[in-house]
């Protein structure tokens, strides 16, 4: 039973706040299947220019598997009947955003930038800075399901136009990202806020 003013809190509200936060990320990685062998890295986050999710899909040619992110309407049509949907290389655009993502990570001046207008203090935007360039040098050498889970928090939505690729990423996610479990950070935000997005582009050149 409930029994509002009773006692003090038990668990205290930014805690409450960022257990409710991972449980909506759990969630998320049983619906993007981000814990399968080897996920694919931007299931449930990228979409074509028309607003169109892509779906992960392969192909399989003299025992070669090839894999690509393609228009839903292409998992339904042919690309005769839909001319303008896209088919692209999944390790090819998995490749950019990777890139831009770790030196978004190593970039200071980024960085600052993004997490503004959630810590008041230098000092505080310096460390948050220097754990998101330790996890820039780690990402060679993470899991494939790290990753996955990684930019599953991370990135809200990645828009794939003709000549760019558009990355919206949740700064207010950054420091439950960066920490690591054995060096876990006692940075605490002057202001929580998980839905703030910022855009970061990537210049394009993939088949369709």
Known sequence: KHYPGEHEAIVD????DKVQRQHAANRNDRTTGSHAANPSLLAGVIFEDRGQRMTPSHATKKGTRYRYYVSQVLVRGTRRSVPRARRVPAGDVERLVEERLTAFLKCQGEIFDAVEPLFDGVNKRQEVAGL???LAARW???EPTTKRQIVGRLVNRIDLAQKTLEIRIAPGR????????DSPS???????DDEMTMVVTVPVHLNR
């Not at 950054?174 to 479990?181: A, D, F, P, T, Y």
């Not at 006692?186 to 929580?192: K, N, Q, V």
């Open 13 to 16: 509200e930014a805690l409450w």
């Open 132 to 134: 998101a360039a330790d």
């Open 140 to 142: 060679p050498d993470l």
């Open 174 to 181: 950054l420091l439950e990202i960066v920490s690591v479990e």
């Open 186 to 192: 006692t940075i605490e935000p002057d202001l929580w």
